[in-house]
């Protein structure tokens, strides 16, 4: 049995507002997909985004040499395809040039049958005032629990 990958952009919810959400595949070269299989990849400080052909790319994306590759190993930061259908190419290319919205990564997976997933969203940055209040909802929440906990 294969174990579970589900790499997560944890900073992404509190540096972005996501508006809209996306699952694309990704082109791997062989090596790199078995160091996501190992769970050897980070998705913190990668975006996406657009070539001239209008071909939609994830950049910074850190994948770890895999250990047991000799001279075919990949490049550990670098530009990897993503993989959508023309409709939801256009509708992003459209919604990034006209508004001013990021694609950013939420989280790496692998389904199933193998393939290795990119979730993508559309995100509008927040700024300091917003990240503050998430700060504090999450301060309340916790003495909140605490108290709670105490009383039962």
């Not at 082109?27 to 997909?33: A, V």
């Not at 001013?100 to 393939?115: Q, S």
Request: proline share 1%; charged share 35%.
């Amino acid at each position: 049995m294969q174990k579970k990958v589900n790499i997560q952009n944890k900073k992404a919810r509190f540096e972005y507002e996501i508006l809209d959400t996306y699952i694309a595949g990704i082109q791997l070269t062989g090596t790199e997909i078995k160091s996501i299989r190992e769970s050897k990849a980070r998705i913190t400080e990668s975006f996406c985004e657009f070539n001239e052909k209008g071909e939609l790319f994830v950049i910074n994306m850190f994948i770890e040499q895999y250990s047991y590759g000799s001279f075919y190993n990949h490049r550990s930061k670098g530009e990897r395809k993503l993989l959508l259908q023309k409709k939801e190419l256009k509708k992003l290319r459209k919604e990034v040039q006209n508004v001013g919205l990021t694609i950013i990564p939420l989280k790496l997976f692998v389904t199933d049958k193998g393939w290795a997933k990119l979730q993508i969203g559309l995100a509008k940055g927040k700024k300091i005032y917003d990240k503050r209040q998430v700060l504090k909802d999450r301060d309340n929440k916790k003495s909140l629990d605490r108290i709670k906990k105490n009383y039962s």
